[in-house]
């Protein structure tokens, strides 16, 4: 792949989206302690260079799709810290209405399609939204994340030999965090090295540093051009740690302490401060006046959450059907 260089603009970007995902994350975890968030709640520290670096290497008629651990996905999309926050408090002005909470979120606006709690249920789905822009004649692409357990699943096989066939506009991102819930990457596979899943359908696949906004910029950057140049998909595996369980309800127990330290090390938002700060694009109390600003954001998010009101009953009989469809096949 090409080494990019990237300007004083795209580091401060990825310097605040990522340190939204963070505070977003972290006020989270609280208000879950709190029970003002109840359910699932899986949680995102750690892994927000994964997002970051695909947002800047794609456009904003480009589409996404998840699994549930979504929370920052859909705040990179551009759905407002409001909207999400009212939604894990599942209030009507959230950004589903308050029926989805924290594992379904979705904005047809921001092109965003969940949020989804079935494991690897978003793959197939992900390839359908590519589909759909390859019909339309569009140059628009899917990024469709799932995670490490989730590559197990038979509909990750059967979408990777569709999408080859019809050589469809979709990036298909593993974010491999080493554990699928609480089961290590090398305790459920002989094949560590995930995407050489992709070379069984002679897909394009590579393995990516997850931890750097650069790395994964440069790895969707040149999938995106493959995508939108009709020469199908692409297949990457981007390493990636999480600093939390798989839920709020999971003590981590399963690994050591060295090896959570040794992960925090290569902390994506601290790589990319440093970056700043060596370049003089920045001085520390600048971004420490982002930081201050992102809490208040995220602060004034859980007022807003706190201060709207519940679906109504009625609401249980809306969005069950789609009654208009935007395009006919002859």
């Known amino acids: 792949m090409a080494k990019l260089t990237f300007s004083k603009d795209t580091y401060i970007k990825w310097f605040k989206e990522m340190t939204l995902m963070r505070k977003f994350e972290e006020k989270c975890a609280q208000l879950y302690g709190q029970q003002k968030i109840r359910g699932f709640c899986h949680l995102y520290i750690g892994q927000e260079a994964v997002v970051a670096g695909t947002m800047s290497a ?3 008629d480009d589409s996404l799709i998840t699994a549930y651990r979504d929370h920052a996905h859909a705040l990179a999309c551009g759905i407002s810290a409001n909207q999400v926050m009212a939604e894990l408090f599942g209030k009507v002005t959230g950004c589903s209405g308050g029926k989805g909470g924290s594992m379904h979120m979705f904005s047809k606006e921001h092109n965003f399609f969940g949020g989804h709690g079935i494991v690897g249920g978003q793959i197939p789905l992900g390839a359908g939204i590519a589909l759909a822009e390859q019909y339309l004649g569009t140059k628009n692409l899917c990024v469709c994340y799932f995670g490490d357990g989730a590559a197990r699943q038979g509909a990750l096989h059967e979408t990777f030999n569709m999408a080859m066939l019809w050589k469809l506009p979709v990036i298909f991102v593993c974010e491999n965090n080493e554990y699928a819930m609480g089961t290590s990457v090398t305790r459920t596979t002989n094949m560590l090295e995930l995407y050489k899943i992709g070379l069984g359908y002679d897909m394009p696949s590579f393995q990516v540093d997850g931890m750097k906004c650069e790395t994964v910029h440069a790895a969707i950057s040149e999938a995106a051009e493959r995508a939108r140049g009709g020469n199908g998909p692409t297949f990457l595996e ?11 309800s999971d003590p981590a127990k399963y690994r050591t302490k060295e090896e959570l330290e040794d992960y925090k090390l290569q902390d994506p ?16 109390q600048q971004l420490e006046q982002i930081e201050t600003d992102t809490e208040a954001l995220v602060i004034d998010s859980v007022e807003f959450a706190e201060n709207s009101e519940y679906p109504s009953p009625d609401a249980l009989y809306t969005n069950i059907y789609q009654e208009e469809y ?5």
């Not at 935007?326 to 002859?330: L, Q, R, T, Y």
């Open 58 to 60: 794609i456009t904003k």
């Open 238 to 248: 981007i390493k990636t740690y999480r600093y939390r369980g798989h839920s709020m």
């Open 269 to 284: 938002i601290e790589n990319v401060r440093q970056t700043i700060l060596t370049n003089k694009w920045a001085t520390a």
């Open 326 to 330: 935007p395009f006919i096949i002859e």
